[in-house]
């Protein structure tokens, strides 16, 4: 999608607009907060207003005029904050009401590290996704990875557990 030409950013990515298909691949759905990106249709009030806002990226939430907008960055945020959601089933912030969750991430806060493995039963692939996720939801929109870098690390935990697999 960020590798359309101009680039789609959804602007909502959130567990509940991801689909699995009969073949085992994954579906974005729920495109109604998406734009094109060379096209500015959407502030960050509109998108707080319609998207699920702990999964919302912080300068998006901490934005009362149109200074943020949505961005590759913003969801690879959101994207981070749903594969957190998908390995823990959890919703960021589970115990906190939406206000103070908001708050919490404008502050630079995320979600624990999962004390128990939930992540895989490999420590190195565990290390690996961790990682990535961390980096996703980098409080700097530049710290986070592109979407290309996104793609590259899961190939290299995927490869990590096929190898360990062979392994006797």
Not at 31 to 49: D, K, N, P, W
Not at 119 to 127: D, I, K, R
Request: glycine share 6%; charged share 20%.
């Amino acid at each position: 999608m960020h590798g359309r030409s101009p680039p789609v950013i959804h602007g909502d990515l959130h567990p509940e607009n991801l689909l699995v298909n009969e073949d085992g691949e994954t579906l974005i759905c729920d495109f109604g907060l998406s734009r094109i990106h060379h096209e500015v249709t959407r502030t960050a009030t509109h998108i707080q207003e319609g998207g699920h806002r702990r999964y919302i990226a912080p300068e998006l939430a901490s934005s009362p005029d149109d200074r943020f907008r949505t961005s590759k960055a913003s969801d690879i945020y959101s994207l981070g904050l749903t594969f957190y959601s998908l390995v823990t089933l959890n919703i960021p912030f589970q115990d906190y009401w939406d206000f103070d969750a908001m708050s919490r991430i404008r502050q630079g806060e995320r979600p624990p590290r999962p004390t128990a493995s939930s992540l895989s039963a490999s420590p190195n692939v565990e290390a690996l996704l961790w990682n990535l996720i961390e980096d996703m939801w980098a409080h700097n929109p530049a710290s986070r990875p592109s979407p290309a870098g996104v793609v590259e690390r899961i190939g290299r935990a995927i490869a990590t557990v096929q190898a360990t697999d062979r392994t006797p």
